[in-house]
């Protein structure tokens, strides 16, 4: 680990910097291993986007496809091989971090199906079948956040996986997520499973979040709505996190803490910043407080390295004014719970097109290999 720079005063802050890519280049050619020495990377999420970026690479998965392809697999199998593979793969250099750590890091994540995001008990069987997959300790599944995923969430923390939950857009969806998980925790408890061995975090997405919400204010166009542009994403997430510690302070929790379980820790996604005018680390700095994760696509981990000033704390003590922010909002005639509706609508739906993409090149190359 490096020592004396952003991401390593970053760590110190008590953030876990993972990695929002994943691709069988990077782990090939000692790339993941760099940035888990010089960048203090402790993990990696995964999604249908990054792997279907990764699988335009044909030649690093030239091999594995013509052997899938000599065997009669179909797309579907292809693709769970191909992506449970890498994922395996990047666990195994995780490894060391995550027995450093005691299982608190050197977490790997890999999503079901986005086209399963509205189907609960096929939710669950896909969370079953890459748990089983993939068998590793430090492996997460991930799970949309949706209505139907909620109870598919807690039946996987119920059966003992390590769920990443995504696509947290709005506060009443992130109550309802960490209801979920400790439902879940309740169950497994019940089940005599023991329950330090299961791990989860929320991932809360920031910048889509500015993105909708600024595209809003500027149709405003008043002045009053001008100078709330780019701050709601800061503000979403610093009230996550306020919400983080009052449940996990609640005696539920704290009963389920004694018992040996584990807090979900929130996670801040979608990290890079879309806006060119904005602080290309502005999801990085203002989101600093302890026992978070964040996860950022290299871009923004490079220009955290170079040039982020990282400063402590610039979470705990924001919350009365976050809270005046979103008021604010609501004055100038933004929508808060359309925002984030149509945003989670959007996630699942990108996810469909990316996981499309990605069973089509895949789809390709095994053709061409037979």
């Given amino acids: 680990m490096s020592t004396n720079t952003p991401t390593a005063a970053l760590s110190q802050a008590g953030v876990s910097i993972w990695l929002d890519d994943l691709s069988r280049q990077r782990i090939t050619s000692g790339g993941l291993e760099r940035l888990i020495a010089e960048r203090d990377v402790v993990g990696v999420t995964t999604n249908p986007t990054i792997f279907a970026a990764a699988l335009t690479d044909g030649e690093s998965y030239r091999e594995q496809l013509h052997a899938l392809a000599a065997d009669g697999a179909d797309v579907d199998r292809a693709v769970f091989e191909i992506t449970t593979d890498d994922v395996r793969d990047a666990a195994d250099h995780f490894l060391p971090v995550y027995e450093r750590s005691q299982g608190y890091d050197g977490r790997v994540s890999i999503e079901v199906s986005p086209d399963l995001a509205h189907d609960t008990d096929a939710t669950v069987a896909e969370a079953h079948r890459l748990w089983e997959k993939v068998d590793r300790p430090n492996v997460m599944i991930k799970i949309p956040a949706t209505l139907e995923g909620l109870p598919a969430i807690t039946a996987a923390i119920a059966a003992g996986i390590s769920v990443n939950v995504t696509l947290i857009f709005s506060l009443d969806r992130y109550r309802q997520v960490i ?5 879940g925790l309740e169950q497994a408890k019940a089940a005599g499973i023991d329950l330090s061995t299961i791990h989860s975090v929320a991932s809360f997405f920031v910048s889509r979040v500015d993105t909708e919400i600024d595209k809003r204010l500027a149709a ?8 709330l542009k780019s701050r709601a994403g800061v503000a979403n997430a610093q009230l996550a996190y306020e919400l983080f510690e009052q449940e996990f302070a609640s005696p539920r ?3 389920l803490l004694d018992a040996g379980a584990n807090r979900q820790r929130p996670l801040w996604a979608s990290t890079g910043v879309k806006d060119p005018s904005l602080p290309d680390t502005l999801y990085v700095t203002e989101l600093v407080a302890r026992g978070v994760v964040n ?3 290299e871009k923004t981990l490079e220009a955290t390295y170079d040039h982020g000033v990282i400063e402590g704390d610039s979470v705990t003590g924001k919350y009365a004014e976050a809270g005046r922010l979103l008021d604010a909002l609501a004055s100038a005639g933004v929508d808060y719970d359309d925002v984030t509706a149509l945003l989670e609508r959007e996630g699942v739906e990108k996810f469909i097109v990316s996981w499309k993409e990605l069973l089509d090149t895949v789809r390709g190359a095994l053709e061409s290999a037979r």
């Avoid at 209801?179 to 439902?183: I, M, P, S």
């Fill in 220 to 227: 405003i166009g008043t002045p009053e709505a001008a100078a």
């Fill in 179 to 183: 209801d979920a998980y400790l439902t």
């Fill in 253 to 255: 929790a704290v009963a």
């Fill in 295 to 297: 996860t950022m696509p």
